[in-house]
């Protein structure tokens, strides 16, 4: 067990602060960012042209450092030895929270391992402002960030989140979200509610909504642009109940096996037998290994 007492502990080592940025508009940075910034010893950024940036219109000058996908393997370690060393540092990604679909999540889990503090400082979400402006319920939701680039593990993906009654979430770029769209109303019931939000917070803000089919033929009249949110409705009565309980004959493990028989791999097909019941996909996997 690991307890953190962020505020109320000095074991001679520094602090890993988690700092949110804005998402587009620079008035979302908040002033406990901006003394964060100034305060730290160095910053570790996703891409150091884009937040040199940022610094330079706050007149921050604390020195940059390089941390992303590519070379995380040999910056993660060097980090976490400043930070032992009793460094502070500040991660923070090219726009919103770090840690969330970006690679920041992996030192995280490495400073926590080394016994040092994770400090969250907040900022802007794109997803979370989406979903609070979409107009679709707020009360349970599920992020999925991006889905599957190829076409069966994306269609896969979508018939495994197809009964899930909360409102989802996803990222999606401009080159794949009609596409996206395509496998929604394929696999989903294209008149599900959906908000399509793109450029958050910057002058061509723009919340598209209605169903599924609507916003996906509004993509075929405006070709897309920027970088988007989509918020979906989670199912509806009728997927409900064209979706009658085929599976409820079926034990746990002759469910996860009509799957297997379909071609999907056991993780696969726990993951959707899982998903038509409604419970998590480790409580069935702890079960079946159980016996």
């Avoid at 919103?96 to 391992?113: E, N, S």
Wanted: hydrophobic share 35%; with cysteine; proline share 5%.
């Amino acid at each position: 067990m690991n307890i953190q007492k962020s505020y109320q502990q000095d074991n001679g080592m520094g602090k890993l602060y988690l700092v949110g940025t804005p998402i587009g508009n620079l008035e979302d940075m908040t002033f406990r960012a901006v003394r964060t910034l100034n305060e730290v010893k160095w910053i570790a950024a996703e891409d150091t042209r884009q937040t040199r940036k940022l610094l330079t219109h706050f007149d921050i000058s604390t020195r940059l450092v390089s941390y992303h996908e590519h070379n995380k393997n040999a910056s993660g370690p060097e980090l976490v030895r400043l930070l032992q060393s009793g460094d502070d540092i500040a991660l923070v990604s090219d726009a919103g929270l770090p840690a969330i679909c970006d690679p920041g999540a992996d030192l995280v889990r490495q400073a926590i391992d080394a016994g040092i503090a994770v400090i969250p400082i907040p900022g802007a979400n794109a997803a979370l402002s989406a979903l609070i402006v979409s107009g679709i319920s707020t009360e349970r939701f599920t992020f999925l960030g991006f889905l599957p680039r190829d076409k069966k593990p994306l269609h896969q993906e979508l018939e495994a989140l197809k009964p899930m009654k909360e409102t989802l979430l996803f990222y999606e770029s401009p080159h794949r979200v009609v596409k996206t769209l395509e496998a929604m109303m394929e696999v989903w019931d294209p008149e599900r509610q959906m908000c399509l939000m793109r450029e958050l917070t910057k002058k061509y803000e723009e919340a598209a909504r209605g169903t599924i089919s609507e916003c996906y033929k509004l993509l075929q009249e405006q070709p897309p642009q920027g970088e988007y949110c989509i918020v979906v409705q989670g199912s509806t009565d009728s997927e409900n109940e064209a979706s009658a309980i085929w599976w409820e004959a079926f034990s746990l493990e002759e469910h996860v096996e009509h799957y297997a028989e379909q071609g999907l791999d056991r993780k696969e097909a726990i993951k959707r037998a899982a998903a038509d019941r409604q419970i998590p996909k480790r409580e069935l996997y702890n079960y079946l290994h159980q016996k």
